[in-house]
Nanobody, 123 residues
C-alpha cells in the first residue's frame, strides 16, 4: 500500500522560509508526477505546484511563482517543497500527492496522498 509521510510544517514569520518533505513507501517518487496542494478553512483544496514524472512539465499558481519549488531526492525517495518569502496568504494545510502521469494540477488527477502538514505564516 502506497504511503506518503509529510514533515516540516510549522509557524514562520512573513518573509521566512520552510521546506516540506514527503517520503514515500511502496512507490517510486522519482518516476511519479508530484503535486503539492493547499487547503484552508472554508475553501476547496487547490493545486499549488505540480511537476510531471520526468520534470519536463510543471504548473505553479501565479501567487507562488518564483517562491516555491519542487525537488526530488531519488536516493531517499523523498520530494520537497521549498517555500521562500512566505506570506500570510500562504497559510494552510499542505498535502503532497502522486500520480502515475501528470495531466493537470488538480486533486482529482492524483491518486496517493500524504497526511498534510500545517504551515502558518504570521508575525
Amino acid at each position: 500500500q502506497v504511503k506518503l509521510v509529510e514533515s516540516g510544517g510549522g509557524l514562520v514569520q512573513p518573509g521566512g522560509s520552510l521546506r516540506l518533505s514527503c517520503t514515500a513507501s511502496e512507490i517510486n517518487l522519482g518516476a511519479s508526477a508530484i503535486g503539492w496542494f493547499r487547503q484552508t478553512p472554508g475553501k476547496e483544496r487547490e493545486g499549488v505546484i505540480c511537476t510531471s514524472e520526468d520534470d519536463t512539465k510543471s504548473f505553479s499558481r501565479d501567487l507562488v511563482k518564483d517562491r516555491f519549488t519542487i525537488s526530488r531526492d531519488n536516493v531517499k525517495n523523498t520530494v520537497y517543497l521549498q517555500m521562500n518569502n512566505l506570506k500570510p496568504e500562504d497559510t494552510g494545510v499542505y498535502y503532497c500527492a502522486t500520480a502515475p502521469r501528470f495531466y493537470y494540477c488538480v486533486d482529482t488527477w492524483f491518486t496517493a496522498w500524504g497526511q498534510g502538514a500545517q504551515v502558518s505564516v504570521s508575525s
